[in-house]
């Protein structure tokens, strides 16, 4: 049907650690739009809001976390998902106006729902396990991608995903407690948290002390 959602976007591709997709949120949620280009955030910055065409597209569970996707023919007549061509752009979405005040949810660690998928969020109170501290984002000089695990004093983990390519990859986690900003995701049964840079951390604050499921 030719049906269109209006979204902001919440995160780009502008920092490396998200590659070729936008986090897009409205009112009733956030999902992930995949699609096939680079330096996107050149076209679509945060704050953007977007129409984007729904008619053709396609939703998809990648390891649980749910994405807008095109899809192509392929020679044995079955459907193959990709992100939607550079060539396609202008057909799909359309940026209706920008810069409009974006503010995260703050949510606490019992309430990482799947609902919360693509949706700019705010966690307090928490810090880098000790066993993290000390190491960077991610394997920068390889190339590799990381999950460093977040504490929530209260009790509680997320993991922060951080992409190899990131500008940020090779710079070490900060050692104190406070609060961070970023997308929720998932990836099969871990609840994860990508940033757009490092300003979205803001961990000044003493360590939490006596807690046992800190100390890991």
């Given at each position: ?9 919440v ?10 997709s ?9 999902i992930?739009?995949v ?13 953007a ?16 976390m ?9 020679t044995t ?5 990709t992100g ?8 799909y979405?359309k940026?209706?106006?920008d810069q409009?005040?974006i503010s ?7 309430n ?30 390889n190339?590799?991608?990381?999950s ?10 997320i ?6 390519y990131a500008d ?15 997308v ?7 609840k994860?948290l ?6 979205d ?6 360590r939490?002390?006596g ?6």
């Amino acid at each position: 049907n030719n049906m269109s959602i209006e979204v902001v976007v919440v995160a780009n591709d502008e920092s490396n650690n998200l590659y070729k997709s936008l986090a897009v949120q409205d009112s009733s949620g956030g999902i992930i739009l995949v699609l096939d280009g680079v330096s996107l955030y050149q076209s679509y910055p945060i704050g953007a809001v977007l129409r984007i065409q729904l008619k053709d597209l396609i939703l998809t569970d990648y390891r649980r976390m749910i994405q807008i996707v095109a899809a192509i023919d392929t020679t044995t007549g079955s459907l193959q998902t990709t992100g939607i061509p550079s060539s396609l752009f202008s057909q799909y979405i359309k940026v209706v106006k920008d810069q409009p005040v974006i503010s995260p949810i703050i949510v606490g660690a019992k309430n990482l729902h799947d609902s919360l998928q693509g949706r700019l969020i705010k966690i307090t109170n928490v810090e880098f396990a000790s066993a993290d501290t000390g190491l960077t984002y991610a394997d920068k000089k390889n190339k590799i991608g990381a999950s460093r695990a977040l504490k929530f004093c209260t009790g509680g983990t997320i993991y922060l995903r951080t992409n190899g390519y990131a500008d940020f990859a090779g710079i070490k986690l900060p050692g104190g407690n406070g609060e961070v900003v970023g997308v929720y995701s998932v990836y099969n049964t871990e609840k994860q948290l990508f940033i757009r840079d490092t300003s979205d951390i803001l961990l000044k604050n003493k360590r939490c002390t006596g807690a046992a499921w800190l100390k890991n």
